[in-house]
């Protein structure tokens, strides 16, 4: 089972709003990564990227 933490609140055909949730996966499934995000209102979000290394 997939948990994708994101949502869209885009309006029907005005695009997917997916980006977030592709990227998710990209990092999480594909490179088991893991992806962290920090929001505070009125002064920015933050996300912070961390992929494993191979050895």
Known sequence: MNR???FTTKK???GTG???SLSYFIITDTH???M????ELNK???FTI???LEQ
């Open 44 to 46: 920015g979000t933050t």
């Open 36 to 39: 962290y995000v920090s929001s």
């Open 4 to 6: 994708i933490p994101f």
């Open 12 to 14: 029907e055909g005005k």
């Open 32 to 34: 088991k990564g893991k």
């Open 50 to 52: 961390l992929l494993p």
């Open 18 to 20: 997916l980006g977030l």
